[in-house]
């Protein structure tokens, strides 16, 4: 007797991984013959570090991108962060998420401060003025918000309430450059903001990063404790650190500069096909930009729910990597987690713990190309079928 019911459908082909490893920071490079030319210029002059023209250049260059009276170029954001902090003639605690990369918080500590942590939005994954405000007290030195993915850390709400609290208020823009907060560039929000030029951000110096500030006193200040060699600015009497730019990534820096426009609309489109190719996935979700606010794009986050998806993140990553696409947890596991934070008690981020244990990373950067982007995709669409649960669980 035949089976008149429909024969179930073939299970759909897992698609191909590839061959070699997709990172997820792909970088972003000038063309090696303009890296060259850049290269003989300072062959020519005999002149590598200890501010030489390149980095001059950086400086007013920066400074003018990010729409700012000061830019001070530092050898990277670490660095940057620990300089500002000391300059600022801070003591005491500084608020802190716990949602970020080990650097911000532990430069607080470099910097001889007690670090605070706060629990952050779920929505905007940073720190908010509701969130901040009841953590302010005696001891409270300053806020250092973080605008992860390069979205905005609530610049102007905070400066109103470190303002009418009279502490300081500090941005960890890493992640930010060229973004902006309600039609605003970041780089002039608190008392200073701190970029990154490291070989995976939108602006590849190899390493560096600089310090943004319209307060002229604290540029000064900075620019004599970035360095042991004298411009003709020298504040007496500041403990100092070698943690100048050398000409050589100064060079690679203004490379970088040359192309950023286009290098956030590459981002951007890669963005878009990314959303066009996954939107709709049961349980996988990209982060939404507010109205105004604008993204360089260079880190493509997304957030699984496991009860809508079928897998955790932590299955989804397994099969991703099976498949030879180096997605990442970021950030896993949060700051308080990790030692020394948690040597005395792990701090309540509820939120925080959340992201930690939800959020992917996707490869990103120059060299990823339009088919790479349409095979990731593929390969998590397929995670949401039967047949790619089943092979995340194998
Ligand atoms: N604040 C925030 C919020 C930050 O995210 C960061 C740094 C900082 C402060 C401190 O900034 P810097 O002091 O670094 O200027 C990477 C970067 O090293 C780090 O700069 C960045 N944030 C963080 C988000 O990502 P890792 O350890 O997670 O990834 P990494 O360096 O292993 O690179 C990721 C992948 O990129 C690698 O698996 C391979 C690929 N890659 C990397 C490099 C360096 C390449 O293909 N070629 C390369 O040259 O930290």
Redesign the pocket.
Same mark, same amino acid.
């Given at each position: 007797m035949s089976d008149e019911r429909t024969p179930p459908s073939p299970a759909p082909r897992p698609p191909e991984g590839f061959e070699t490893p997709l990172?997820?920071?792909?970088?972003n490079l000038p063309a090696a013959e303009a890296f060259r030319e850049a290269f003989d210029g300072i062959f020519d002059r005999r002149f590598f570090a200890n501010h030489g023209p390149l980095e001059q250049r950086l400086d007013r260059e920066l400074a003018s991108l990010f729409g700012v009276r000061n830019a001070v170029s530092v050898v990277?954001?670490?660095?940057?962060?620990m300089l500002v902090l000391r300059a600022l003639d801070l003591d005491g605690e500084v608020i802190v998420p716990s949602f970020? @990369?080990p /650097? &911000?918080v532990q430069?607080v500590v470099w910097a001889g401060l007690r670090p605070v942590f706060c629990d952050i939005d779920p929505q905007t994954q940073t720190l908010t003025a509701a969130r901040v405000a009841p953590k302010i007290g005696p001891a409270t030195a300053a806020v250092l918000g973080?605008h992860?993915w390069g979205r905005g850390c609530d610049p102007l709400e905070l400066e109103a309430l470190t303002a009418s609290r009279g502490v300081k208020l500090v941005f960890?823009a890493?992640?930010a450059v060229g973004a902006t907060f309600r039609g605003r560039r970041f780089g002039g929000f608190g008392n200073a903001e701190?970029f990154? @030029?490291? /070989? &995976?951000?939108i602006l590849n110096g190899?390493?560096?990063?600089c310090i943004t500030t319209d307060d002229d006193d604290l540029a000064a200040r900075l620019r004599t404790m970035r360095s042991f060699h004298d411009t003709d600015e020298r504040v007496p009497g500041l403990l100092r650190l070698n943690a100048k730019i050398s000409e050589a990534q100064a060079a690679m820096t203004l490379l970088g500069l040359r192309s950023l426009d286009s290098l956030i609309e590459q981002n951007r489109h890669r963005y878009e096909l990314y959303r066009s190719g996954i939107d709709g996935t049961p349980g996988i979700h990209f982060l939404d930009y507010a109205a105004g606010e604008t993204s360089n794009h260079q880190?493509i986050v997304l957030s699984v729910s496991p009860a809508e998806l079928g897998l955790s993140r932590d299955e989804l990553l397994d099969l991703l990597q099976a498949k030879n696409v180096?997605a990442?947890r970021?950030?896993f596991p949060g700051v308080h987690r990790t030692p020394p934070f948690c040597d005395e008690g792990t701090a309540e981020l509820p939120i925080t713990d959340h992201l930690c244990q939800t959020l992917v990373q996707l490869p990103s950067g120059q060299a990823v190309t339009d088919a790479d982007v349409k095979r990731v995709c593929a390969i998590i669409r397929w995670a949401a079928t039967p047949e790619g649960r089943m092979a995340a669980r194998a």
């Open positions: 990172h997820v920071g792909q970088l990277n954001a670490t660095a940057a962060l970020t @990369f /650097a &911000t430069a973080v992860i960890d890493a992640h701190v990154s @030029f490291h /070989a &995976t951000k190899a390493e560096g990063g880190f180096l990442r970021y950030f």
